[in-house]
């Protein structure tokens, strides 16, 4: 894969790969979530012990980074599919979130998000 690819042709993709295994009638919004769920925690557990300046450096080995990135693919895997079953434009709702936080939290507020809460 040399190109960069869309969000709508990874949804697509995705899609299909579930379909050709006839895996669809899995792809419930509760079982999206607890695979979701399941692999943000695989994601945590890489970093759970480390530091903060060692979960910095976490991608310069090999290895572990090879791991996150995995791990990472998974998590963005289980969001898009939900998305795609509840019929959520991700892009969207991540545009419309970071404007409803930006009015929420103005610059030089007392705020204090470390999130998008």
Request: hydrophobic share 40%; charged share 25%.
């Amino acid at each position: 894969m040399t190109e960069r690819p869309d969000l709508p042709e990874l949804q697509r993709r995705l899609a299909e790969f579930a379909a050709a295994r006839d895996w669809q009638p899995y792809h419930t919004p509760k079982n999206l979530v607890s695979a979701l769920s399941v692999e943000a925690s695989e994601l945590l557990e890489i970093f759970q012990w480390l530091t903060p300046e060692e979960s910095s450096r976490v991608m310069a080995d090999p290895d572990t980074a090879h791991r996150v990135t995995d791990e990472v693919a998974d998590v963005l895997a289980y969001l898009l599919q939900l998305c795609e079953v509840l019929g959520i434009d991700p892009l969207t709702a991540l545009a419309a979130k970071i404007e409803r936080n930006e009015k929420r939290f103005p610059v030089g507020g007392d705020g204090g998000a470390t999130s998008l809460q």
